[in-house]
């Protein structure tokens, strides 16, 4: 044999090795699906860090007595995103330090969706509302709906 057929074979071997990631490349899922993560809005904490379906959520910011834990989110898009967990509440009895937390379920919807004043090009919910589906704390109505800090 000549050295013509190795030449076609190396050949052939180098073009199908390039093949092989342009192929992967084209395979890759499309950046329209990252646009859209990326237009859907974020959930800021109190440390002003944005979050996207976040397990835990601190409500009160100054001391921490009220928080959402356990959460499991159903959806999650540019609208809004709608959850189930848990609201771990102090009672503050004798006073805070002291108090003891209760554990009321909870469905999360966060909606009004906005531009967010750290990061204009972020979207973020601006208001939260927990629905109490069994039990809530002492003086609490059923439904309660909270405006989200920017």
Do not use: I
Not at 44 to 64: E, H, I, K, M, N
Not at 102 to 107: A, I, L, M
Not at 112 to 122: F, L
């Amino acid at each position: 044999m000549g050295s013509k057929p190795m030449r076609t074979a190396v050949t052939l071997c180098a073009a199908a090795a390039l093949a092989v990631p342009l192929g992967t490349a084209t395979a890759a899922p499309s950046g329209e699906r990252t646009s859209q993560q990326s237009r859907d809005p974020v959930l800021v904490d109190c440390s002003s860090q944005p979050d996207v379906r976040p397990g835990t959520f601190v409500l009160a910011c100054g001391d921490g007595n009220s928080r959402l834990v356990s959460m499991q989110w159903s959806r999650w898009d540019a609208e809004s995103a709608v959850g189930r967990g848990t609201n771990a509440v102090n009672d503050c009895v004798p006073y805070c330090a002291e108090g003891t937390f209760h554990s009321y379920p909870v469905t999360v919807r966060l909606d009004q969706p906005r531009a967010w004043e750290k990061d204009p090009g972020e979207r973020h919910y601006t208001r939260m509302t927990l629905t109490y589906t069994d039990g809530r704390p002492a003086g609490s109505p059923g439904t309660v709906t909270y405006p989200l800090w920017d």
